[in-house]
Structure formats: structure tokens, C-alpha cells
């Protein structure tokens, strides 16, 4: 087995995510598993009992005041608004830094952390773990799969955490990078309603976006709905192309590929005879396509991402969700919540 360099990680906040990323780190070969930070003294003690390491009040005890860091790289998992506050030091100190979803609470903000990470020659990438999630692991495994139409729907019942921001930035911000993952783009145009229902930021969103044509492409739409008031969780992704159809389901962690395998001739046979008005109830739909289940896995997207971030960290390697990515996430969300706020303007 080839040795690897063994990196110190830590974890900055350790509430609802935070603590799962202690525990990652913990279990992980190759990380010395060096504690947390948390403001709240019994929750940092209870994840170090739990999970090794020590507690830190702060990130400047976590840090220390040697010229060498005691730290090689840290997971951020505070609320949205302390992205900037707490990566900041740690970024131009050239600590590489993973930091939860979404990337800071504005585009502004967001370049100002990739501008600290810039300056001290650090690693950073934004935690968007969906992307590692199996069952999308599944959906980008499809070979030549060219986007015409999208459709996103991530539901969940309210549970009060994450309130400091509203549900776009909250659940929707998933499938924004999604959609920059897979259209390799922003959106050229989008419109937008939302819902405000338990407090001032929106509840619901849905948004219709546009994706300009590329070269030969013939551009895409994606209609994306988040919803933190349902009564049931939902996570279900649809991509229609020319030639396929995807079905993925996050929840029940399937996936179904339905491929056109009618050839030009029989296509267009089938044309010309709908036009001419033809019955053609009789043709078995099932007989012009292939139905296919890629493998979903079962593994640890949490980890899969932990892995991968310090891959990066070891070898300089890019990260699979950087600073740039994570910032179109950030200004397609900003969009969204401009676009809809103007149509309620309207409605009143």
C-alpha cells in the first residue's frame, strides 16, 4: 500500500453537520484527527469525548502562535454568515479550508474568501456533498448525456435549523451547482416565484432557468423547486436529452436510464406517418427503447468528499467543487431571490 502523508485536520463549528465531519475525520486513515472549535463549550467537549482530538474555544487557540500552523487543513461547518470571519485567518495562513454549502451568504463575500485563499496559496473547496452522493455519482457515470430539459424538486419538512438564510441558499443552492455541474454554465435568463411563511426569507422557491446554446448545443431549461414546508422529504432529479431519459430518486437511491434505440430509419417511418394521421396505437413504445438501472453504491458521501478534498490538499490537485464553483452556485441564488422578489413586488 503507498504511504501517504498523514495531515492534521480539525473542524470549525460542530453542530448538525459539523459533528459528522469530526467523525469523518476521526475514522479516516492518513488524518491526524487534531479536535474542534465551537463557541459552545459543552457541545465541543461532547464531540472531542466522542471522537478524539481536543476543544477550542476559538480558531486563533486552534491555530496557535507558532509561525507553523498546528493545523494542515479544517472543515468549516459554522452558520453561513461566519464563513468569511472564520476562514479568513485560516486561508491566508495557506490552511486549506472545506467549507459547508453555501460558499458565504453573497457573491461579494464569497470573493472575498477565494481572494484569502488566493493570497495565502491555499486549498479551498465548498462543500456542495450532493455531487458525491451515489446516486449522482450514478447520474454523471451516463455517458454523452447532453441536457435538453431539467427538472429538480428537493422537498423537506420545516425543521428550524439553517434559518438564518431562506430555502434558496438553504436546499436549492444543491441543485444550483448541479446545474452548474452539469450544463458547465450560468444561467442566461431566469424567473422565479417564492414564499414567505414562517419568517422574512422565502420558504418555497420555484425557478425556471435558461441555459444559452454552446457550439452545436441547443441550449437547456431546468425548472427547480425547494421546499422546506412539506410534509415528507423528496429528492428527485429528471434529464430529458435527445436520445435519454433519466430518473434519479435520492431518497429511494435509484436511478433509471431510458435510451432511444430506434434507429433514423424507423424514426422516421414513425414521423411520417403521424403526419399523414395515421393509428399508430398499435407500435409498442417499449419496442423503440432500452430501459437500463445503473449500479447506485452505497458509499459515504461525506467521506467520498473528505477524501477527495485532502487528495487536493496533498497533491495541489484543483478540487472538484472550487471557489469558482461555488460562487456561480452563490450568484444563481442571488438571481433567483432578485427575480422573485421583483414578481411579488408585482403581485401586490
Known amino acids: 500500500m ?15 453537520m459539523g459533528r459528522h465531519h469530526a467523525r469523518v475525520y476521526s475514522q479516516m486513515d492518513g488524518v491526524d484527527f487534531v479536535g474542534v472549535v465551537d463557541q459552545d463549550e459543552t457541545r465541543r467537549n461532547d464531540i472531542v469525548e466522542e471522537w478524539g482530538g481536543k476543544a477550542f474555544a476559538t480558531v ?14 479544517v472543515t468549516i461547518a459554522t452558520p453561513t454568515v461566519y464563513h468569511l470571519e472564520v476562514a479568513e485567518p485560516l486561508l491566508e495562513r495557506g490552511i486549506a479550508c472545506l467549507i459547508e454549502k453555501p460558499l458565504a451568504p453573497t457573491a461579494e463575500v464569497a470573493a472575498a474568501i477565494a481572494e484569502a485563499a488566493e493570497k495565502g496559496g491555499a486549498v479551498l473547496q465548498v462543500g456542495h456533498v450532493v455531487r458525491y452522493d451515489p446516486v449522482m455519482r450514478a447520474v454523471a457515470s451516463i455517458e454523452n448525456l447532453k441536457p435538453r430539459f431539467i427538472e429538480m424538486v428537493r422537498i423537506s ?31 442566461s435568463d431566469i424567473r422565479a416565484n417564492a414564499v414567505s411563511v414562517m419568517g422574512e426569507a422565502e420558504d418555497m422557491c420555484n425557478a425556471r432557468l435558461e441555459f444559452a446554446s454552446e457550439g452545436d ?35 429511494k437511491k435509484h436511478v433509471t436510464l431510458v435510451r432511444k ?14 403526419a399523414a394521421g395515421e393509428d399508430l396505437s398499435s407500435i409498442d413504445y417499449v419496442d423503440l427503447v432500452e430501459v437500463e ?28 467543487v472550487d471557489a469558482e464553483a461555488g460562487s456561480m452556485a ?16 408585482r403581485l401586490l
Open 60 to 73: 486563533e487557540e486552534l491555530i496557535g502562535s507558532d509561525e507553523l500552523p498546528s493545523v494542515d487543513a
Open 2 to 16: 503507498t504511504n501517504i502523508k498523514t495531515l492534521r485536520c480539525a473542524v470549525v463549528g460542530v453542530g448538525r
Open 330 to 345: 452563490i450568484r444563481t441564488a442571488e438571481r433567483i431571490m432578485e427575480t422573485a422578489t421583483a414578481a411579488g413586488a
Open 157 to 187: 419538512p420545516m425543521t428550524f435549523r439553517s434559518v438564518d438564510v431562506g430555502v434558496v441558499l438553504d436546499m436549492m443552492i444543491h441543485d444550483l451547482d448541479l446545474l452548474t455541474m452539469l450544463t458547465g454554465q450560468e444561467p
Open 293 to 320: 438501472e445503473p449500479e447506485v453504491g452505497d458509499e459515504d458521501a461525506l467521506t467520498l468528499q473528505a477524501k477527495d478534498f485532502l487528495h487536493s490538499v496533498r497533491t495541489g490537485k484543483k478540487p472538484y
Open 217 to 251: 448545443g441547443l441550449g437547456c431549461t431546468a425548472n427547480v423547486t425547494a421546499s422546506r414546508l412539506g410534509l415528507k422529504t423528496e429528492r428527485k432529479l429528471r434529464i430529458i436529452s435527445e436520445d435519454s431519459y433519466v430518473s434519479a430518486d435520492f431518497v
Open 261 to 274: 434505440i430506434a434507429n433514423e430509419e424507423q424514426l422516421f417511418d414513425l414521423r411520417t406517418r403521424l
